[in-house]
């Protein structure tokens, strides 16, 4: 997302934890001409949430876009979840969106301007889901998050949406949800579009969002996943997976 708003014009700034990976992509954007700059913090932490803010607009001036995109995620059986490790993902994915929208909506609102904020969900957030109750909890939580502001914050010229992706491949995502070819073939064998996502796809909705010709949208949260909740939320969907033969041997019994 950030290479593809510096291909549109845009300055950027990037935070995270870890400063090695912020300052690979600082540079890898300033070889190109792009402005960037980077301030590391934990979105976990408001302080430094505000602190990392302060930074970039020193460095840039005051972000016209907000992209939450932060994450923590990992499969475990419900009955089995220790309460460090929910905390842990409600912390980065529900705390630290509110942190960070928060931050830069108090900005926006002092200096009497707008801006637009999007952050990344999860189709579950809408349904829940088994084994990754903590993100389905904190997702959901940032779904409210998006709406409710979306209301409240239009006075102040803050648009809010979300996107809500199915897999797209990063090797962080794939090594924790599906770690292994096999399940990686079965989550395929779901999406009626017969592939995963890309992240340049992504990146092309999130731009379009973004800008200004996204304005008439406000409090939406975007499905994009190739079909694959809609795959899944149809009765009678799983007859896809029987051979064309064996669907009109049904229809003919219907008849008999």
Same mark, same amino acid.
Request: glycine share 10%; hydrophobic share 45%.
């Given at each position: ?169 990063? @090797? ?5 949800? *599906? =770690?292994?070819?096999? &399940? #990686? !073939?079965? /989550?395929? +064998? ?44 149809? @009765? ?5 997976? *029987? =051979?064309?033969?064996? &669907? #009109? !041997?049904? /229809?003919? +019994?219907?008849?008999?």
């Amino acid at each position: 997302m950030a290479h593809r708003f510096a291909e549109l014009g845009a300055g950027i700034a990037i935070s995270g934890r870890r400063p090695e990976p912020l300052e690979a992509v600082v540079a890898e954007l300033a070889a190109k001409g792009t402005k960037a700059a980077f301030a590391p913090c934990d979105v976990r932490e408001p302080q430094q949430v505000d602190q990392a803010l302060a930074s970039i607009t020193g460095a840039l001036g005051l972000p016209d876009i907000l992209v939450n995109n932060a994450a923590g995620n990992f499969l475990c059986a419900s009955e089995d979840l220790a309460p460090k490790g929910f905390d842990i993902v409600v912390r980065i994915v529900l705390h630290g969106t509110f942190h960070c929208t928060r931050a830069i909506g108090r900005a926006w609102i002092d200096a009497k301007r707008g801006g637009s904020i999007l952050s990344i969900t999860t189709t579950y957030a809408e349904t829940g889901s088994g084994f990754v109750l903590p993100s389905a909890c904190a997702k959901a939580g940032v779904v409210a998050l998006t709406r409710s502001l979306a209301v409240e914050w239009a006075r102040h010229g803050i648009r809010l949406n979300a996107i809500s992706p199915g897999p797209i491949y990063t @090797e962080g995502a794939f090594s924790r949800l *599906l =770690p292994s070819k096999q &399940i #990686e !073939a079965a /989550r395929m +064998k779901r999406i009626p579009a017969g592939r995963f996502g890309t992240p340049e796809e992504l990146a092309d909705l999130a731009a379009f969002i973004v800008s200004d010709a996204g304005d008439w949208m406000r409090g939406e949260i975007v499905t994009f996943d190739g079909g694959e909740w809609l795959r899944g939320a149809g @009765e009678f969907n799983d007859l896809l997976d *029987l =051979p064309k033969e064996m &669907i #009109e !041997a049904l /229809r003919g +019994k219907q008849r008999e």
